[in-house]
């Protein structure tokens, strides 16, 4: 029997007592929201198309007709770091109850009237074929982290003076704004779910995370190409810090091919403690460029990760967890 028939025929017993009734149902509601369902792709692009196309437009840009008239413009839902940023569960929530009910910035608003629980689930099942989910990169991921950091920012002097020559060193000066990175750690739990959950930055939760379960770190970056085309990629390190997984989020499908088959080669390059990495591995004048790009974005990748694991070791001398 598939998910949903076990769901919409499952039986509800008879019990007494009104505060048992009252608790089962504020019980239902929690659940109904922490519940993932698999949705299908298919009916939730039909229903997209009807339902959200009209300000998100029909390929999830945030340019549809009706966004011009908005205040906030609606989100860009082809961007990996803002839609990992939020798990199936947040999303469900946005679409039922709406931007003011489920606590984001925007004008969007419920749509719990015209979409039942199931039609929310295929609508979320094709967002995440917009744009490239953690599970691409780690598909065994349970539970994650997601934190915005500066390198150069975080921790004692001694650290960030170390973060800064260790750039310096091989990159040369660095632009400021490619300092700051979006990090997603994530873990591997005894917890199994459909998708994975987004822990949030609270003490007690993230003593619950343990450090031998983290399977590594995803960032979605920009890489500066031949002639200075900018290309957004997603890059997946392991805990050891090798590339597990660099690719182009590019949506020009020639493109994609194009740069995906160049960014394969340095996948398992790359190690933790290599200072100096050495991505050196073309021949000819246009992979030299991308040589010395992905040597760029990886450094990069690694100061960001360094960061969260600076606050990590803080945070386990605190709680005893070390």
């Given amino acids: 029997m598939s998910v949903r028939s076990r769901l919409m025929n499952k039986p509800l017993a008879l019990l007494g007592g009104m505060a048992v009734i009252l608790g089962l149902a504020f019980s239902a509601v929690a659940d109904e929201q922490s519940q993932v369902l698999s949705g ?23 340019q ?31 679409v039922q109850l709406g931007c003011k009910g489920a606590g984001c910035s925007g004008a969007m608003p419920a749509f719990s009237d015209v979409l039942s629980k199931l039609s ?42 170390g973060q800064m020559e260790r750039l310096e060193d091989v990159l040369g000066k660095v632009d400021s704004k490619d300092l700051s990175q979006t990090v997603f750690t994530l873990f591997r739990t005894n917890r199994r779910s459909l998708s994975p959950e ?17 399977i590594g770190y995803v960032l979605f970056m920009t890489l500066v190409g031949p002639r200075g085309r900018k290309v957004p990629i997603g890059l997946g390190l392991d805990s050891g810090y090798a590339i597990v997984k660099l690719v182009t989020t590019q949506t020009d499908p020639g ?10 080669r340095y996948e398992e390059l790359g190690k ?25 974005v990886y450094m990069l990748a690694v100061e960001a990760a360094n960061a969260f694991e600076f606050e990590e070791r803080e945070r386990s001398w605190a709680d005893g967890t070390f």
């Fill in 40 to 62: 299908d792709v298919a009916n939730g692009t039909r229903l997209f198309r009807v339902h959200c196309a009209v300000c998100h437009g029909f390929d999830g840009s945030g």
């Fill in 64 to 94: 549809g007709a009706g966004a011009a008239s908005l205040k906030t413009k609606p989100a860009d839902l082809r961007d990996g770091s803002l839609m990992n940023a939020r798990d199936d569960r947040m999303l469900y929530r946005a």
């Fill in 120 to 161: 929310t689930w295929d609508i979320l099942a094709y967002l995440r074929t917009l744009h490239m989910p953690l599970t691409d990169f780690f598909p065994k991921v349970d539970s994650y982290l997601v934190k915005r950091y500066t390198i150069g920012k975080i921790g004692d002097e001694k650290f960030k003076e």
């Fill in 198 to 214: 987004l822990v949030p930055q609270q003490p007690q939760k993230l003593a619950q995370l343990k450090k031998g379960n983290k």
């Fill in 255 to 264: 493109l994609s091919a194009e740069y995906n088959e160049k960014f394969k």
């Fill in 272 to 296: 933790r403690g290599d200072n100096k990495p050495d991505f050196k591995i073309s021949k000819d004048k246009l992979g030299k460029i991308f040589d010395k790009a992905v040597t760029r």
